[in-house]
């Protein structure tokens, strides 16, 4: 799977869309495209990625993804029932200086937040959500309007958010850098849990094993290694959590060969155990 860059169609009487998916739109493929987009997620479970940042998602699940961040939902169930409300829009959608205005300031610094993505968990969620239903069902095209800026404000105003891929510079790097690493993360996305090598990966980005792993390492500001073991821990995370599978099984489904290297890495990175971090959690 290869990141795709995605164009958005506009249209000359709708200066955004909003726009209702059910679960045939989560096979898309890892994409970035230069719209905004916020996405509540009405139905359905499953992994969200979002630059270099893997996560839960579910029912409720709420984020506003700034342009080019290469993203993608994957359901857990394919045949299980999903479906999401997408609101996308570009910077200049309501003219050039207008969220420059100083009334807009609040806005303004939530569109640069969101260059990390933003995940929202707070009480303003389910009330966002379901001005998304309202505004996605709203005929009046000024009434649409007004219920955007409406959600953007709220948004705006929520202390209680979580930024997911802070480290990366990938929405800030040229279009040329973006078509050459977010294949790469394609690539990770839809293997860390198999056999990843660097020299599969420099082959994909075009470059010899030594400039990737510098090339790497300047957008993500982390090495390759890093990343697959950060996508292969979160995993493992979630399984210990959501399943009573024996921890060696969790191992070997995350993508490490080795058991015991995976409880190495596993406590150096999360200082429990396997089986304490379980137990943290469930008792």
């Given at each position: 799977?290869?990141?795709?860059y995605e164009?958005?169609?506009h249209s000359d009487?709708q200066?955004?869309q909003a726009r ?5 739109a ?5 994409h970035f ?14 992994k ?15 984020v ?5 961040m ?6 857990d ?5 999903a479906?999401?409300?997408?609101i996308?829009?570009t910077?200049?959608?309501?003219g050039?200086d207008?969220?420059?205005?100083y009334e ?9 937040k ?6 929202f968990k707070?009480?303003?969620q389910?009330?966002?959500n ?20 409406d959600v ?7 202390t ?16 040329t ?7 790469v993360?394609?690539y990770?996305?839809d ?5 990843v ?23 993500t ?5 890093e ?6 821990l979160?995993?493992?995370t ?9 921890v ?12 015991s290297?995976f409880y ?12 304490n ?7």
């Amino acid at each position: 799977m290869k990141a795709s860059y995605e164009v958005i169609p506009h249209s000359d009487k709708q200066s955004f869309q909003a726009r209702a998916f059910d679960a045939s739109a989560f096979k898309a493929p890892y994409h970035f495209h230069e719209e905004y987009e916020l996405t509540c997620i009405t139905k359905g479970n499953g992994k969200r990625y979002i630059g270099s940042h893997m996560e839960n998602f579910g029912p409720g699940d709420l984020v506003l993804i700034g342009p080019n961040m290469p993203h993608c939902w994957k359901l857990d169930n394919e045949e299980e029932e999903a479906g999401a409300i997408v609101i996308q829009f570009t910077n200049d959608f309501l003219g050039n200086d207008f969220f420059n205005r100083y009334e807009l300031r609040h806005i303004n610094r939530l569109f640069q937040k969101s260059r990390s993505g933003i995940s929202f968990k707070s009480t303003i969620q389910p009330i966002v959500n379901q001005g998304l239903k309202q505004l996605h069902e709203e005929e009046d095209d000024f009434k649409r309007l007004l219920m955007l800026l409406d959600v953007l404000y709220k948004l705006a105003a929520d202390t209680k958010y979580k930024l997911l891929d802070q480290d990366s510079t990938i929405a800030t790097i040229s279009i040329t850098e973006q078509k050459r690493i977010n294949p790469v993360f394609a690539y990770l996305v839809d293997n860390f849990r198999k056999q990843v090598t660097l020299e599969e990966a420099a082959g994909i980005a075009n470059m010899t094993p030594n400039a990737f792993c510098k090339f790497f390492k300047k957008i993500t500001r982390k090495t390759f290694i890093e990343t697959i073991i950060e996508y292969r821990l979160n995993y493992a995370t979630q399984q210990l959590i959501q399943t009573d599978k024996p921890v060696s099984a969790i191992a070997f489904e995350s993508g490490f060969g080795d058991v015991s290297h995976f409880y190495k890495t596993f406590k150096s990175k999360m200082q429990l155990s396997p089986l304490n971090y379980r137990k943290k959690f469930i008792h």
